[in-house]
């Protein structure tokens, strides 16, 4: 599905990205002080200049991170090679099922989508790192899928709106988990909660296929 996402940084480096992305997430980047960031992460201030150059530096640093987690949740999502409508079509279930299950059901999700939710609130710099080490190429590779599945051109404007219909889909029932499960009546959202909800878009995810033409 994709590329094999860079490994995930190590040590100090790691304990300060892991406090950057649950601080920054939780108070916004101005709001987060050098010194709360290197208690959190049981780490000397000075490490910070020295892993990443500054504050701005480790807030980069996360962004980077957050996509190549959702890159690794991808990948581990992802199945065998693709080269047919059907093949492609059974690729983009297991997608969404795989992602589903990652953004609802992991604690790793919880650790950074309310860094990028902060992130894209305050029009931050990580937005450009995040779009082009992650959102853009998976965006690409989801249209490839989708064209292959209709037999459609992949970067239509109709493509690219229907993928991006689709990854809203996914991520509105991460957004607003709590308010789909009080509604829902369900005291959380737990794997059998996810199963109905995947098994929901992948319906809706036929229905879009076959209006555009997929076999």
Same mark, same amino acid.
């Given at each position: 599905m994709t590329e094999s996402p860079l490994p995930p940084p190590e040590g100090t480096r790691r304990a300060l990205i892991d406090a950057g992305l649950r601080l920054f997430g939780q108070q916004g980047f101005a709001a987060t002080p050098v010194r709360q960031l290197a208690t959190e992460a049981g780490a000397n201030i000075a490490a910070i200049a020295y892993h990443f150059g500054n504050k701005d530096g480790l807030r980069l640093a996360c962004a980077e991170e957050f996509g190549r987690r959702m890159a690794a949740a991808m990948l581990a999502a992802s199945g065998a090679t693709v080269g047919?409508?059907?093949?492609?079509?059974?690729?983009?279930?297991?997608?969404?099922? *795989?992602?589903? %299950?990652?953004?609802? @059901?992991?604690?790793?999700?919880?650790?950074?989508?309310?860094?990028? /939710?902060?992130? &894209? #609130?305050?029009?931050?710099? *990580?937005?450009? %790192?995040?779009?082009? @080490?992650?959102?853009?190429?998976?965006?690409?590779?989801?249209?490839? /899928?989708?064209? &292959? #599945?209709?037999?459609?051109?992949?970067?239509?404007?109709?493509?690219?709106?229907?993928?991006?219909?689709?990854?809203?889909?996914?991520?509105?029932?991460?957004?607003?988990r709590d308010i789909v499960a009080r509604r829902m009546g369900w005291a959380t959202v737990d794997a059998a909660g996810i199963a109905q909800i995947a098994d929901r878009i992948t319906r809706n995810l036929d229905a879009m296929l076959d209006t555009d033409g997929g076999p």
């Open positions: 047919t409508a059907t093949e492609a079509r059974a690729e983009l279930k297991r997608l969404v099922r *795989g992602m589903m %299950a990652f953004l609802l @059901g992991s604690s790793g999700a919880s650790e950074i989508v309310p860094f990028m /939710l902060r992130e &894209l #609130a305050e029009g931050g710099p *990580g937005i450009d %790192a995040v779009y082009t @080490g992650f959102a853009e190429p998976t965006h690409r590779r989801l249209c490839a /899928l989708w064209g &292959l #599945a209709t037999g459609t051109d992949p970067e239509a404007d109709a493509t690219r709106l229907a993928v991006f219909t689709l990854i809203g889909q996914l991520m509105y029932f991460r957004i607003g």
